[in-house]
């Protein structure tokens, strides 16, 4: 089975605006991290497309032209955000617009993720109508796959309960990287000691991460 993951951006002005501690007061800095973070993402993605024939498209919904630009000089595909309604809007509008039945909605920020851990994800989730993978925490959701396109996502607080509760499916396994989201310092210093691609990997000489737990 081929699948279509659908990745969603947030304008940047928005975006992950509890990691400002270890960019404030530099707000192109900040910048420069959620693109960092989306590229990594959509770069280990692509990766799985090229590595791995169950990743057969990747496309981001995104109204940010930085992050239009940047996506597509990566190799995915963009669609604008029409709806303009929040997360979960956005990724429907991307399944809709995905070139295959089977559709996944992968979050945007996820530095350390390997294409193998997708890969190996995406072939657990063909035999099940709709699974999703929980964050590290085991509260949030990272990845949300569903057959037929019937994504019905329910991204936010919460979101691997109400996920579960209609249907979807834990997949299980551990894929540490697939599973590091990275919302706070804390989630990103987590990210680098599991080895974050090379986008993130340029900033961390000038973030202030959180030290290591003893």
Known sequence: MEWSVVVPAKRLAVAK????????PDGALHAE???????DT?????AAAA???VVADVVVVTDDPRAAELVARLGARTVPDEPDRGLNAALAHGARAARTAAVAALSSDLPALRPAELGEALRAATGHARCLVADAVGTGTTLLTARDGDLAPRFGPGSA????????R???GDRPGLRRDVDTPDDLAA???????????ALLGRLSLPAPPR
């Open 17 to 24: 605006t509890r990691l400002s501690p270890l960019t404030a």
């Open 33 to 39: 991290l959620v693109l960092a973070l989306l590229a």
């Open 42 to 46: 959509v770069s280990a993605a692509l």
């Open 51 to 53: 590595e791995d024939a």
């Open 161 to 168: 309960a109400v996920h579960a509760a209609e249907g979807a």
């Open 170 to 172: 834990p997949l299980p």
């Open 191 to 201: 990210a680098v000691r599991l080895g974050v691609g090379r986008h993130t990997a």
